[in-house]
């Protein structure tokens, strides 16, 4: 059987939601997707001719996102008519459900070279724009299992997960974000995009917007709840923000890498989902990893870097705390709440990261999972090669 491998990853810096400073407040989504997939062919030096499809995550599926984003990104990207283009939501782990589908569409040899990855204009397309919940889901679910904030808050209480202890894990997201873009480490996974500076000029973007190099524990404790102002202690601060943002792997088989002559960076191991209830939805990665690494048969303590995506402070800790994972391995590079969330495109984004990380660290195994709005968990690992 063919194992599926990774050739590449590449993302955009993430810029900030925003119509008035956000770095991407006049570029189109589809046009961030092309960038990622055009840049991934351009730096692999494949044949475009070669790619059979294109699977994009993306949450908010209507305007400029509407009517399957990743096929008119394949197009505005160059690729041939002939290359296909399918749409994935696994709402926040949509992206990096994309990249297991294609793992296991490149396993079964069904396909033997896919572009996969995600894209989210939170800014464009609101996160709640235009949502209708469903009457009879709240025969069993009250209706704050959509609210993320009140899922956190809710962990916050269950786990007993302080405020101090919380803002001193969003002070290590932005500072350790801090230190890889000063450092270059994120140089070799960050594609430069076109955007716009403060003053409306345009730029050539190449670092992550919403990095707070100037953030302390006197500011994030002087920030109020977010969610629940009686007594909460989710605030902004230590909860990540809303983001643009799109990041693109290139998969195929190691077969057809070997055809080819190109080198994998890592062949995927396995991949796992689960889910979990809604109201604590930030569990979600605990139930995927432990069925993740069942599958593979391996240990926790084997895996030298791991990713879990930072909706919030409150969420990871929760995930470490019940895995009895030490923080020492997850996000040495930060996580969303200093590089951002930007919905849809999250997955590929924190793989893309994990990817370079483990080849900088020479960590032979490596996970990247994800909570998921609603009450699920995904996760993948990886294998250096």
């Known amino acids: 059987m063919p194992h599926a491998v990774v050739i590449d ?21 589809e046009d961030l997707a092309a960038g990622v997939i055009a840049g991934l062919v351009e730096r692999t030096r494949i044949d475009p001719a070669l790619v059979e499809d294109v699977r994009l995550g993306c949450v908010q599926q209507q305007g400029e996102q509407g009517f399957d984003i990743a096929r008119i990104a394949a197009l505005v990207a160059g690729l041939p008519v002939e290359t296909g283009g399918v749409t994935i939501n696994r709402n926040c782990g949509s992206s990096l459900q994309a990249i297991n589908d294609a793992a296991a569409s490149v396993g ?167 889910g979990v209830e809604p109201c604590e939805m930030g569990i979600g990665p605990v139930p995927a990893i432990h069925k993740l690494l069942a599958r593979a048969g391996v240990k926790l303590d084997e895996v030298g870097a791991i990713e879990i995506n930072e909706a919030f402070a409150v969420q990871v800790l929760s995930c470490l705390q019940l895995l009895g994972i030490d923080e020492s391995r997850v996000n040495t590079r930060g996580g969303a709440i200093a590089i951002g969330h930007p919905l849809g495109a999250s997955g590929a984004r924190i793989a893309t990261t994990l990817l370079h990380r483990m080849r900088a660290e020479k960590a032979g195994l490596g996970i990247a999972a994800m909570c998921i709005g609603q009450g699920q968990g995904v996760a993948t690992l990886f294998e250096a090669l």
């Open 9 to 29: 990853a590449v993302r955009t810096p993430v810029g900030r939601a925003a119509a008035d400073t956000g770095c991407y407040r006049d570029v189109r989504a």
């Open 108 to 274: 079964a040899g069904h396909e033997s070279l896919v572009i996969a990855g995600g894209v989210e204009h939170m800014d464009h397309v609101p996160m709640n724009k235009g949502y209708d919940p469903c009457p009879a889901l709240l025969r069993r679910h009250g209706e704050g299992v959509m609210h993320m904030g009140l899922t956190a808050e809710y962990l916050a209480a269950k786990y007993r997960i302080g405020r101090q202890r919380q803002d001193a894990f969003a002070l290590r997201s932005h500072l350790a974000a801090a230190a890889a873009t000063d450092s270059g480490q994120f140089a070799a996974e960050i594609l430069p995009t076109w955007g716009r500076d403060a003053a409306g000029r345009k730029v050539l973007v190449g670092e992550d917007q919403c990095i707070r190099r100037d953030t302390s524990p006197e500011a994030l404790a002087a920030l109020p709840p977010a969610f629940n102002p009686a007594g909460g202690s989710v605030t902004a601060g230590n909860s990540s923000p809303v983001n643009v943002g799109a990041a693109a792997l290139l998969v195929t088989s190691d077969t057809r890498a070997a055809e080819l002559g190109l080198a994998p960076i890592a062949r995927i191991r396995a991949v796992a989902v689960a």
